[in-house]
């Protein structure tokens, strides 16, 4: 191959430069100077022809294969090479440009066996300095000292040394005083029998380890979110499009392991080589994105995470509408410096950047994308859908805006229990499939409308569609897990849950799906672990903090759950967490109160139905008048029943529907209800506890006991029991109950 050279390759040297074949460095006076491993490939092919014009294409078969690699890529590395070397395109003294035919290396290097020499050697003969140059580049690098480095007290390398990086990146060579007397009689000592066989075994570990691939190390990339410099504060959505676009890109490259990173900002020189060490890469792409009127301007870089240097830069100054064949310069900019060579089909990589040719589409495409994503503390299902309509009504042929819009309707659909959103759902996938059935996005969109309805073998079919394009994996192995820990198979769920951390190794949304398992599995305590990662990882999303909230809430840490609610309210306003406020008062007997919260949830979202049914149990328990408590429970019945037709494994919700159904009255439909719920065997904690309940409004204190006692050993604390006053009457707790607060 070419410029991988061995522990006897060649150097060569002019002026202050040093290049050294088989150590893979350039040394610029003294100091080790950054290049791409194509770049030195094609410095070391026009050292080797000196003075002899090189043909463009001779460099490119040689060093590329002329493997879907353009004249442009050649350009650029001699844009480097250049830099490198201090050299000047328009009055060149190293690298001179033939247009249109080739490049001629003009520099005067020498070879160091170019010039004999009568060093004297271990036995007291004379030799030519081209074995010394042999001997010496055998010892390994971690073994040198450079001429004016201290000698550590006890002879060796000091203990933050690190053998692995040495030859690759910083190696020590040994100065010309090599050939000195005092340096000669070191090396004859070494030559005896037994610095000789410790010099061989060196070797031989060096040459081992020098021979490991380094390719698939070289082969991983973070892309980190792209910084927004447009004056328009609101502009954001469009670097944080160009970067999920980006990422989803590099993902469909053979060979290439990119993973996302949700850190905000930049990455400095400082911190790349934890960043790229925590995330598992070995280098790291960032950008700032600058858009004013109809220009856009992108600074792009990518930095080796081992050394913290910057492989290379570019500025990108483009018309909006050309922000397609941007992003597909820059994607190919990154493939060609990991890989050398594009994909097999460099064409499918530009059609992922492509979705769309009209750039006002693409636009209302980004922003529903950003108001969709999970990763956004504020994302709005009901935005992105407006946004991808209005993507849709540019360009009616946008499969992954139609694609988008049944995904934001599932979203909606399991958030709200909104069985309307899954209609819509059902229009849009349809649609989406009838564009492009071939698009992934939309066997994923698939996968989640089927696994909303528990229709188990038709979503893993669609998901593993999905799983055909890299950058869809993580969320058809969130679906998968999804689908597993409906079924109980929760060893599977651990295992598809995993796979999507190591892809998303920093994705919040992967931490509260995996917590949210946790819990219906009756893991209490480590789902809310899993919660609290979440919300490290992201504190400004109060979809965390209420459901931590909840956690709390359901352990009997009633503080804690507050302060979770109060986070995630000032956060945004929202009806869960108001909807957990409002059940922290009625736990405490402060009902009124619980019924203004639970009516405040309803003004912000009236589709879930469990807000009617709490509103119900508050009026209930006040003892006001029973007729509207009744309205309020025959409203949440007929909400939960549509609800229940889409999603029949919530065993939880028909636990519900048996409450509501006891206290309208219908005790056949009561009992049949909690059975259905005790026959899906998840979420047995809660399941109980509403069976509780249910059965002592249906008078059937026996069965109520044994539904507390089934509560309890599921982990449910006695506190909440006791806090329902259908289950402290029957407890014959009544003097107990705590009079309503006029206080709180």
Same mark, same amino acid.
């Given at each position: 191959?070419?410029?991988?050279g061995?522990?006897t390759?060649?150097?060569?040297?002019?002026d202050?430069i040093?290049v050294?074949?088989?150590?893979?460095?350039?040394?610029?006076?003294? #100091?080790?100077?950054?290049?791409?491993?194509?770049?030195?490939s094609?410095?070391?092919?026009l050292?080797?022809?000196?003075?002899?014009?090189?043909?463009?294409?001779? =460099?490119?078969d040689?060093?590329?294969?002329?493997?879907?690699?353009t004249?442009?890529?050649?350009?650029?590395?001699? *844009?480097?090479?250049?830099?490198?070397?201090?050299?000047?395109?328009?009055?060149?003294?190293?690298? #001179?440009?033939?247009?249109?035919?080739?490049?001629?290396?003009i520099g005067?290097p020498?070879r160091?066996?170019?010039y004999?020499?009568?060093?004297?050697?271990?036995?007291?003969?004379?030799?030519p300095?081209e074995?010394?140059? *042999? $001997?010496?580049?055998?010892?390994?690098?971690?073994?040198?000292?450079a001429?004016?480095?201290?000698?550590?007290?006890?002879?060796?390398l000091g203990?933050?040394?690190?053998?692995?990086?040495?030859?690759?990146?910083?190696?020590?060579? $040994?100065?010309e005083?090599?050939?000195?007397?005092g $340096?000669?009689?070191i090396?004859?000592?070494?030559?005896g029998?037994?610095? =000789?066989?410790?010099?061989?075994?060196?070797?031989?570990? &060096?040459?081992?380890?020098r021979?490991?691939?380094a390719?698939a190390?070289e082969?991983s990339i973070?892309?980190l979110p792209?910084?927004?410099l447009?004056e328009?504060?609101?502009?954001g959505?469009?670097?944080?499009?160009?970067?999920?676009e980006m990422?989803?890109?590099?993902?469909?490259?053979?060979g290439?392991?990119?993973?996302a990173a949700?850190?905000?900002?930049?990455?400095?020189?400082?911190?790349?080589?934890?960043?790229?060490?925590?995330?598992?890469v070995?280098?790291?792409?960032?950008?700032?994105?600058r858009?004013e009127?109809?220009?856009?301007?992108i600074? *792009?870089?990518?930095?080796d995470?081992?050394?913290?240097?910057?492989? &290379?830069?570019?500025?990108?100054?483009? +018309?909006?509408?050309?922000?397609?064949?941007l992003?597909?310069e820059?994607?190919?900019?990154?493939v060609q410096?990991?890989?050398g060579?594009?994909?097999s089909d460099?064409q499918?990589?530009?059609?992922r950047?492509? !979705?769309?040719? /009209?750039?006002?589409?693409?636009d209302a495409?980004?922003?529903g994308?950003?108001?969709?994503q999970?990763r956004?503390g504020?994302?709005?299902?009901?935005?992105a859908i /407006?946004y991808?309509?209005?993507a849709?009504?540019?360009?009616p042929g946008?499969a992954?805006?139609?694609?988008?819009i049944?995904?934001?309707?599932?979203?909606?659909?399991?958030?709200?229990?909104?069985a309307?959103?899954?209609?819509?759902?059902q229009t849009?996938?349809?649609?989406?499939?009838?564009?492009?059935?071939?698009l992934?996005?939309?066997?994923?969109?698939?996968?989640e409308?089927?696994?909303t309805?528990g229709e188990?073998?038709?979503?893993?079919?669609?998901?593993?569609?999905?799983?055909?394009?890299?950058?869809?994996?993580?969320?058809?192995?969130?679906g998968?897990?999804q689908?597993?820990?409906?079924?109980?198979r929760?060893p599977?769920?651990?295992?598809?849950?995993?796979?999507?951390?190591k892809l998303?190794?920093?994705?919040p949304?992967v931490?509260?799906?995996r917590?949210?398992?946790l819990?219906? %599995?009756?893991?209490?305590?480590?789902?809310?672990?899993?919660?609290?990662?979440?919300?490290?990882?992201?504190?400004?999303?109060?979809?965390?903090w209420?459901?931590l909230?909840?956690l709390?809430?359901?352990?009997g840490d009633?503080?804690?759950?507050?302060?979770a609610?109060e986070?995630?309210? #000032?956060?945004k !306003?929202?009806? !869960?967490a108001?909807?957990?406020l409002?059940?922290?008062?009625?736990?405490?007997?402060?009902?009124?109160?619980?019924a203004?919260l639970y009516r405040?949830?309803?003004?912000?979202?009236?589709s879930?139905?469990?807000l009617?049914?709490?509103?119900?149990?508050?009026?209930s328990?006040? %003892?006001?008048?029973?007729?509207?408590?009744?309205?309020?429970?025959?409203?949440?019945?007929?909400?939960?029943?549509?609800?229940?037709?889409?999603r029949p494994?919530d065993?939880q919700g028909?636990? #519900? =529907?048996?409450w509501y159904?006891a206290?309208?009255?219908?005790?056949?439909k009561?009992r049949?209800?909690?059975?259905k719920a +005790?026959?899906l065997?998840?979420?047995?904690? +809660?399941v109980?506890?509403?069976?509780?309940?249910?059965?002592?409004?249906l008078?059937?204190?026996?069965a109520?006991?044994?539904?507390m006692a089934?509560?309890r050993?599921?982990?449910i604390?006695?506190?909440r029991?006791?806090?329902?006053?259908?289950?402290r009457?029957l407890?014959g707790e $009544?003097?107990?109950?705590?009079?309503?607060?006029?206080?709180?």
């Open positions: 191959m070419p410029g991988q061995g522990p390759s060649e150097i060569y040297r002019f202050d040093v050294d074949a088989g150590a893979h460095t350039v040394l610029r006076a003294g #100091q080790p100077q950054t290049i791409e491993p194509k770049a030195f094609v410095l070391l092919v050292l080797r022809h000196k003075g002899e014009l090189v043909a463009r294409d001779d =460099l490119l040689e060093v590329w294969g002329h493997r879907h690699v004249p442009g890529v050649l350009t650029r590395v001699i *844009a480097q090479l250049r830099h490198v070397l201090g050299d000047d395109s328009q009055h060149p003294r190293y690298i #001179q440009t033939q247009h249109a035919l080739g490049y001629r290396f005067l020498r160091d066996s170019d004999p020499d009568t060093s004297v050697n271990a036995l007291g003969e004379s030799e300095a074995t010394i140059v *042999a $001997v010496r580049q055998s010892v390994p690098a971690s073994l040198k000292l001429a004016n480095e201290p000698h550590p007290p006890n002879g060796g203990p933050e040394h690190d053998r692995r990086h040495d030859d690759r990146h910083h190696p020590q060579l $040994v100065s005083q090599v050939e000195s007397r $340096v000669r009689r090396m004859a000592n070494l030559l029998w037994g610095g =000789l066989l410790a010099l061989l075994t060196a070797l031989a570990i &060096w040459m081992a380890q021979a490991q691939p390719r190390a082969a973070a892309v792209f910084t927004s447009s328009n504060k609101s502009d959505y469009f670097a944080d499009g160009l970067t999920v990422h989803d890109a590099l993902a469909g490259v053979p290439l392991k990119v993973i949700p850190q905000s900002g930049g990455v400095k020189q400082g911190d790349a080589k934890a960043l790229g060490a925590q995330l598992g070995a280098t790291l792409l960032d950008a700032s994105v858009r009127g109809a220009r856009v301007r600074n *792009a870089r990518l930095t995470a081992r050394t913290g240097f910057t492989l &290379w830069t570019q500025s990108y100054d483009r +018309e909006t509408s050309d922000v397609f064949g992003q597909s820059i994607a190919n900019e990154v410096s990991l890989l060579v594009l994909p460099g499918a990589l530009a059609r950047l492509a !979705p769309t040719r /009209n750039i006002a589409a693409y495409y980004l922003k994308r950003q108001q969709l999970e956004v504020d994302a709005n299902p009901d935005s /407006n991808f309509r209005g849709l009504a540019i360009d946008f992954r805006a139609q694609a988008g049944c995904r934001a309707e599932i979203t909606r659909f399991e958030a709200a229990r909104d309307t959103a899954f209609d819509r759902a849009a996938c349809k649609r989406a499939s009838g564009m492009d059935p071939s992934r996005e939309v066997s994923l969109a698939l996968g409308l089927h696994r309805r188990y073998d038709q979503a893993i079919e669609h998901y593993t569609h999905a799983l055909e394009d890299p950058s869809l994996r993580a969320d058809a192995y969130l998968l897990a689908l597993a820990s409906a079924q109980g929760n599977l769920a651990t295992d598809y849950f995993e796979r999507a951390r998303r190794p920093r994705d949304l931490f509260r799906e917590g949210y398992h819990y219906t %599995s009756g893991d209490v305590a480590g789902a809310i672990e899993s919660y609290r990662t979440a919300a490290a990882l992201q504190p400004g999303d109060y979809r965390t209420y459901a909230g909840g709390y809430q359901v352990k009633n503080v804690q759950a507050s302060a609610f986070r995630s309210l #000032q956060i !306003p929202n009806y !869960p108001l909807s957990n409002g059940t922290l008062k009625f736990d405490s007997g402060a009902y009124a109160e619980a203004d405040h949830a309803v003004e912000l979202d009236p879930d139905f469990r009617w049914g709490n509103i119900g149990d508050a009026l328990a006040a %003892s006001v008048d029973p007729v509207e408590a009744q309205e309020y429970y025959r409203e949440a019945a007929l909400r939960a029943e549509r609800y229940l037709k889409i494994d065993a028909f636990a #519900q =529907l048996a159904s206290n309208l009255g219908d005790k056949t009561a049949d209800m909690q059975g +005790e026959a065997a998840t979420e047995r904690g +809660e109980a506890l509403w069976g509780a309940q249910t059965m002592a409004v008078d059937d204190a026996e109520a006991r044994e539904q089934k509560a050993a599921e982990g604390p006695q506190q029991i006791e806090s329902i006053p259908v289950l009457r407890l $009544v003097a107990s109950v705590p009079k309503p607060s006029t206080k709180q």
